[in-house]
């Protein structure tokens, strides 16, 4: 007989988004003469920077001549878009990063979900929350983090995220060794500062941890104060892996480019306390499970750091951030208290309720669709996140209407 994983009967059902798909199709079926406007999902709607498209354009045509044609890569990725990661993201902001550190990806969350291989399965890991879910479900399945009983994962240490530590959560109360940060934060669009990161990296050292930072969201930070990367820290390349991609900077969320930095100074221990490279194991990992991120694709990557794509991209991330910037202002003004928004494309409210009641009422008295913060962890409850993805005539509308509602 055939045994399962067990672990993966301790998942909650994410119900999150299929529940709201549920409640927007049940109000349009009642509702048929009124238009929903959509500011929950984190998917961006603009299309791709031009540089781009023209970068995908060439390289297909290369792909189709017998003289130009590429087939496998390097799984870490091309070099031409390693160093250029590496030149743009890192070295330019005086931040000694490698390109030999860079591994190129198909994704952030799938390199989020599958770095916690590298680790033993008897760790303790400290998740925040609210959380991006897939740090927590892939620990679950790798069986982590024990039963779940009164909302929680019994041998997670939580990170609770609330409005009393400015959601910035502070240093756990007991050892963990491996610890999930995520900066600007999805979903409360809240920041760290370089001093508060400082203590996670002094945390990390002292503890033998490893911090997985995920930046997924840095191109949105506005403030030249706030840390771009982990390794802006003193002694980060030690401690942490980050995560970052282009999904919401050049909006390659159905295009598919991402990558993680694994210093070669980053090190765990075995099972007799010897120091072990992190960087070979990651590599190790890499090159067996994965096939490289196609041609095309990472020249449409390498196409950011142009200076037109430069350009492009943050045209494209401050329209966003002008949408969420008329969010904060509007949704201030009614009374909410609310954090992120101002270098985050989330915003997220207090609606001082219930936060699948506050949901319903957004979406039967003004037609918008927000996002309920319980659906991110116990700490969400009474919140509902609101993203600054869609178009700023929506986002005006949907303001109108929610200041109609509500006021
Ligand atoms: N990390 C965070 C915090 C996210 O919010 C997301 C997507 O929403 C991802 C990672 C996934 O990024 P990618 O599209 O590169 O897989």
Same mark, same amino acid.
């Given at each position: 007989m055939l045994s399962i994983n067990e672990n993966f009967l301790k998942l909650q059902a994410s119900y999150l988004f299929s529940d709201i798909a549920k409640r927007v199709a049940a109000f349009q079926a009642k509702n048929p003469q009124r238009d929903v406007i959509k500011l929950g999902i984190g998917d961006v709607?603009?299309?791709?920077?031009?540089?781009?498209?023209?970068?995908?354009?060439?390289?297909?045509?290369?792909?189709?001549?017998?003289?130009?044609?590429?087939?496998?890569?390097?799984?870490?990725?091309?070099?031409?878009?390693?160093?250029?990661?590496?030149?743009?993201?890192?070295?330019?902001?005086?931040?000694?990063?490698?390109?030999?550190?860079?591994?190129?990806?198909?994704?952030?969350?799938?390199?989020?979900?599958?770095?916690?291989?590298?680790?033993?399965?008897?760790?303790?890991?400290?998740?925040?929350?609210?959380?991006?879910?897939?740090?927590?479900? $892939?620990? %679950?399945?790798?069986?982590?983090?024990?039963?779940?009983?009164? =909302?929680?994962? +019994?041998?997670?240490?939580? !990170?609770?995220?609330?409005?009393?530590?400015?959601?910035?959560?502070?240093l756990p109360a007991e050892d963990v060794d491996l610890i999930y940060l995520c900066f600007p934060n999805n979903p409360t669009g809240s920041t760290i500062t370089k001093d508060e990161l400082q203590l996670w990296v002094d945390y990390a050292k002292q503890n033998k941890a490893i911090i997985l930072f995920d930046a997924a969201y840095e191109a949105f930070i506005r403030d030249d104060s706030l840390p771009r990367s982990i390794y802006e820290i003193d002694g980060a390349k030690d401690v942490a892996i980050e995560f970052r991609s282009f999904s919401k900077n050049a909006g390659f969320t159905g295009t598919r480019c991402a990558? $993680?930095? %694994?210093?070669?100074?980053?090190?765990?221990?075995?099972?007799? =306390?010897?120091? +072990?490279?992190?960087?070979? !194991?990651?590599?190790r990992r890499h090159c067996t499970k994965f096939n490289g991120v196609s041609y095309p694709v990472q020249r449409a990557a390498e196409a950011v750091y142009s200076d037109a794509g430069k350009a492009q991209v943050r045209e494209l991330t401050d329209y966003y951030m002008r949408n969420a910037e008329l969010v904060r202002k509007e949704i201030g003004a009614l009374g909410y208290d609310l954090v992120g928004g101002e270098n985050s494309p989330y915003i997220w409210i207090d609606g001082k309720a219930n936060s699948w009641d506050f949901f319903d009422m957004l979406l039967n008295r003004a037609g918008v669709v927000c996002t309920p913060g319980a659906g991110f962890g116990k700490c969400g409850e009474g919140y509902i996140r609101i993203s600054a993805f869609n178009s700023y005539e929506n986002v005006e509308r949907a303001m109108r209407r929610i200041r109609e509602a509500l006021a």
């Open positions: 709607t603009r299309g791709l920077p031009q540089v781009c498209v023209s970068a995908l354009h060439k390289a297909v045509d290369e792909m189709a001549e017998d003289a130009t044609f590429r087939g496998y890569g390097p799984e870490q990725g091309y070099d031409f878009l390693r160093e250029a990661i590496a030149r743009n993201d890192f070295q330019a902001r005086g931040v000694d990063i490698c390109a030999d550190e860079v591994f190129v990806s198909d994704g952030a969350k799938c390199d989020t979900s599958n770095i916690q291989e590298l680790f033993s399965t008897d760790i303790k890991v400290a998740i925040p929350d609210p959380v991006y879910p897939v740090y927590l479900d $892939t620990n %679950v399945m790798a069986g982590r983090t024990g039963g779940f009983v009164d =909302g929680r994962y +019994q041998s997670v240490v939580y !990170l609770d995220s609330t409005q009393k530590n400015n959601f910035v959560p502070a990558y $993680t930095v %694994v210093p070669k100074d980053c090190a765990a221990y075995d099972s007799g =306390g010897a120091r +072990q490279a992190l960087h070979p !194991l990651w590599n």
